[in-house]
């Protein structure tokens, strides 16, 4: 049973495009996340999601669309996409009241 | 500003020799400090863990050790397998998770055991 699952796992797409990426996770966790891993395998957090509440946005530029229609997925829409958004994507879960974040497997968005 | 910064890159050790990752933090309100293993094409998993109110915490072959004063943390893999090849990272955050606990990770340590 995969706890955080994430789709699809690859995307490649043009420059101008625009694609979404679903993240699903079963573990009951309230809070939800959106990370950045780039080429040299920094990763660094993109949004927080508590409830299908926006918690944290870290300065991502508005092409970036998180969107919670329940608190079990958390799904990130990405607008006129640009070279530089090629990276891996993962998403995150974890108990409200708890530090301990699963992630899933990540998705890796080649944009040509 | 990077917040969390680890050493070294990379690393090389021998099979059955100590890996040992450094990280420093510099917001002291920090209270959280996870390590995770990536393996390739894979998304990160956590290690081990550990609280300020502890010096040291061991969980089979993996180690943290913590120095609140210095503000510094390490990882050590005792006895390291070709199957501990992976990348770590340190991270820290503050608080639980959600609006206080989002993690702030360190760059990243490539490890390579031979066998």
């Known amino acids: 049973d995969t706890a955080v699952s994430q789709t699809p796992k690859y995307l490649v797409t043009q420059m101008g495009n625009d694609k979404s990426i679903k993240c699903e996770q079963n573990l009951g966790h309230d809070t939800m996340y959106w990370y950045k891993q780039d080429s040299k395998k920094f990763l660094k957090i993109m949004f927080s999601?508590?409830?299908?509440?926006?918690?944290i946005n870290e300065t991502v530029p508005n092409r970036f669309s998180p969107k919670s229609p329940d608190k079990a997925h958390l799904n990130l829409h990405i607008n006129s996409l640009e070279l530089g958004d090629s990276a891996v994507y993962f998403c995150?879960?974890?108990?409200?009241?708890?530090?301990?974040?699963?992630f899933g497997p990540g998705t890796r968005l080649l944009v040509l | 500003q990077q917040q969390v910064k680890q050493s070294p890159q990379s690393l090389i050790v021998q099979k059955g020799g100590i890996s040992i990752i450094n990280c420093a933090y510099e917001?002291?309100?920090?209270?959280?400090f996870p390590w995770y293993q990536q393996f390739p094409g894979k998304g990160p998993a956590l290690l081990i863990a550990i609280r300020p109110d502890v010096s040291e915490k061991k969980e089979g072959r993996f180690t943290i050790s913590f120095n609140k004063s210095a503000k510094q943390f390490s990882l050590h893999i005792m006895d390291s397998q070709p199957g501990d090849s992976a990348t770590y990272f340190c991270?820290?955050?503050?608080?639980?998770?959600?609006?206080?606990?989002?993690?702030?990770f360190g760059q990243g340590t490539t490890l390579q055991v031979k066998p």
């Open positions: 999601y508590n409830n299908k509440e926006l918690i």
């Open positions: 995150a879960s974890s108990p409200w009241t708890e530090s301990t974040q699963y």
């Open positions: 991270a820290a955050s503050k608080g639980s998770s959600g609006n206080t606990g989002k993690l702030i």
């Open positions: 917001n002291t309100a920090f209270d959280y």
